[in-house]
Nanobody, 123 residues
Framework: QVQLVESGGGLVQPGGSLRLSCAAS????????IAWFRQAPGKERVGVSC????????YYEDFVKGRFTISRDNAKNTVYLQMSNLRPEDTANYYC????????????????WGQGTQVTVSS
């Protein structure tokens, strides 16, 4: 069965960096696009970035463009989110998810969710 396990969250100072990992099992990364989402306290869960399963093309929301990088290691069946120049407003629980197709479509087309990893940006 499809399973996603996030790791790498933690407490970091403003301007710092973190790398989140999303370890996938039950499928190979070419089968589905993988998206990262985040949910801040009291706010809706929103899409952050996505990587196509078929060709590896990547997509970013404007509020993280230039600061976050999504990538994958097919040998490890793992997707990463490298986050740099972190801001307090990046504080949230971060989730990875499969999308319904091997290419990034709508963030609403979620298949399976991971359990999330907390990122806190604070001095």
């Amino acid at each position: 069965q499809v399973q996603l396990v996030e790791s790498g969250g933690g407490l970091v100072q403003p301007g710092g960096s973190l790398r989140l990992s999303c370890a996938a099992s039950g499928f190979t990364l070419d089968k589905y696009a993988i998206a990262w989402f985040r949910q801040a306290p009291g706010k809706e869960r929103v899409g952050v970035s996505c990587i196509n399963g078929n060709d590896g093309n990547t997509y970013y929301e404007d509020f993280v463009k230039g600061r976050f990088t999504i990538s994958r290691d097919n040998a490890k069946n793992t997707v990463y989110l490298q986050m740099s120049n972190l801001r307090p407003e990046d504080t949230a629980n971060y989730y990875c998810a499969t999308l319904a197709f091997p290419f990034c479509t709508s963030y609403r087309d979620v298949g399976s969710w991971g359990q999330g990893t907390q990122v806190t940006v604070s001095s």
